[in-house]
């Protein structure tokens, strides 16, 4: 049994990592500000308050736990800008100061860095919003942050172009800075099953220090 720590674990990829947890026998503590949000009951999860971009916080709910994960976003593209940076400096403050045991760190990170079959990032394609760049560079800007840190045991996970929530197959395939297409040229995955990706990760840590896509 894990003891793993989930900060956005009322989000829509958050719940589905808590459920995947508890599914497989782990011991979860849901990370929220608003505890009465959470509408998940279990005999091994630990609702409790807290704040991913304070690294008290952190420090305090990362303590004797083996795995941290952040689910947490930003609502629109602002949102994101405001969150995903400062708190992935956060965390890394947070587990620094729980000291030589801290656990390891997974971060749920973006699409938009992926390189697509004609070796630009995804971001660059014609046509994305506004809102969506914005969502997509907040979380690069996070993944460049992540990649200047060496004394903290971090993976991030990047999900397929499109993610929702649907049915969980327990398959995926996976590759590095490369966005997971299948053979028509779509990149997909659902939530459970990018759910199913974080759990293998966090219990076999084929991925220290890198960042990973997921997909169909």
């Known amino acids: 049994?894990?003891?793993?720590?989930?900060?956005?674990a009322n989000g829509?990829?958050?719940?589905?990592?808590?459920?995947?947890?508890?599914?497989?026998?782990?011991?979860?503590?849901?990370?929220?500000?608003?505890?009465?949000?959470v509408t998940e009951r279990r005999t091994n999860l630990t609702v409790t308050l807290g704040d991913v971009l304070d690294a008290q916080s952190v420090a305090a709910a990362a303590k004797d736990q083996d795995a941290v994960v952040s689910a947490v976003g930003g609502g629109d593209g602002p949102?994101?800008?405001?969150?995903?940076?400062?708190?992935?400096?956060?965390?890394?403050?947070?587990?620094?100061?729980?000291?030589?045991?801290?656990?390891?760190?997974?971060?749920?990170?973006?699409?938009?860095?992926l390189r697509t079959p004609d070796g630009k990032q995804l971001w660059d394609t014609p046509g994305i919003p506004a809102f969506l760049l914005q969502i997509m560079h907040a979380h690069g800007d996070a993944l460049a942050y992540y990649r200047t840190v060496t004394d903290i045991?971090?993976?991030?996970?990047?999900?397929?172009?499109?993610?929702?929530?649907?049915?969980?197959?327990?398959s995926y395939r996976t590759a590095l800075d490369?966005?997971?297409?299948?053979?028509?040229?779509?990149?997909a995955i659902s939530v459970e099953d990018y759910a199913v990706a974080v759990l293998d990760e966090i219990e076999n840590g084929s991925h220290r220090r890198q960042r990973f896509a997921v997909g169909y």
């Open 1 to 8: 049994m894990t003891n793993i720590v989930v900060f956005g």
């Open 153 to 170: 045991d971090w993976t991030n996970i990047s999900p397929a172009a499109k993610i929702a929530p649907g049915e969980r197959t327990g």
């Open 178 to 187: 490369d966005l997971v297409t299948d053979d028509n040229g779509d990149s």
């Open 79 to 113: 949102g994101h800008l405001a969150t995903m940076k400062p708190a992935a400096t956060s965390l890394v403050e947070g587990l620094r100061a729980v000291g030589g045991a801290a656990p390891r760190l997974i971060s749920v990170g973006g699409a938009g860095s």
């Open 12 to 37: 829509t990829i958050g719940s589905a990592i808590v459920r995947e947890a508890l599914d497989r026998g782990h011991r979860v503590t849901a990370v929220v500000r608003d505890p009465a949000r």
